[in-house]
């Protein structure tokens, strides 16, 4: 059964600072990899992510794919407390060629 | 247009109550899709249909049932609905399988029964 697990669970940081947050996964034929950002309703689109070692950004934001080790991260520096939101990771595989599977998501508190 | 239109966004109901979801794209994609997120949980697919037809429905109770009129709507017909299904239902679009997976999420339909 295809399975994705996001690191940590729950993070609280000042303003400011930098984080990362982590997404391992499981899952046949892997095809991709994508983050959302949801903060009270609709998760909201933040990457793709379908080749290993190239390093997407948005503003902020950046993300990198790791298909040796099955995983991404998803850094955002000086973050603000607009960042403040669940961060959810999903993957895409062949199998189910048109179903995300979702880890449990981060939720991210930024501090002023 | 590159939005996911739901309505209504917020729904109480009763358990002999029958309702409809209805959620609408016009970005001309091929692919729908129904999820249900409980609280602190991740959204969970429920149905996925591809050029209008069924292709994907995860085991999900007969009281749930999708109708998809059309490549732009999609439709979600609940009956007999129990408490524990409320949550809030999230419909996306994406391109069809195999091309950009670039789902698009509506703003979902907060779905209380009681």
């Known amino acids: 059964e295809d399975k994705v697990v996001q690191s940590p669970l729950s993070l609280v940081v000042h303003e400011g600072d930098t984080v990362t947050l982590n997404c391992s996964y499981e899952?046949?034929?892997?095809?991709?990899l994508l983050w959302y950002k949801q903060e009270k309703k609709a998760p909201t689109f933040l990457f793709m992510l379908t080749s290993s070692g190239i390093e997407k950004k948005s503003g902020r934001l950046s993300s990198i794919l790791d298909k040796k080790e099955l995983s991404s991260i998803l850094n955002i520096t000086a973050t603000q407390t607009g960042d403040s939101a669940i961060y959810l990771c999903a993957v895409v595989g062949i199998q189910g060629a048109q179903k995300l599977v979702f880890g449990q998501g981060t939720r991210l508190t930024i501090n002023p | 247009d590159t939005e996911v239109t739901q309505t209504p966004k917020h729904l109480v109901m009763g358990m002999t109550n029958k309702k409809s979801l209805k959620c609408e794209q016009h970005m001309g994609h091929r692919a729908m899709y129904w999820y249900k997120q409980k609280a602190k949980k991740p959204p969970e697919l429920m149905f996925v249909y591809s050029y209008e037809k069924l292709s994907i429905n995860e085991s999900v109770p007969s009281r749930f049932s999708p109708e998809c009129p059309n490549s732009s709507l999609l439709n979600l017909h609940l009956h007999a609905l129990q408490p524990e299904d409320s949550a809030l239902y999230l419909c996306?679009?994406?391109?069809?399988?195999?091309?950009?997976?670039?789902?698009?999420f509506g703003s979902g339909t907060r779905l209380t029964v009681v």
């Open positions: 996306a679009s994406s391109q069809a399988a195999g091309k950009d997976y670039g789902y698009t």
């Open positions: 899952v046949t034929n892997f095809r991709s």
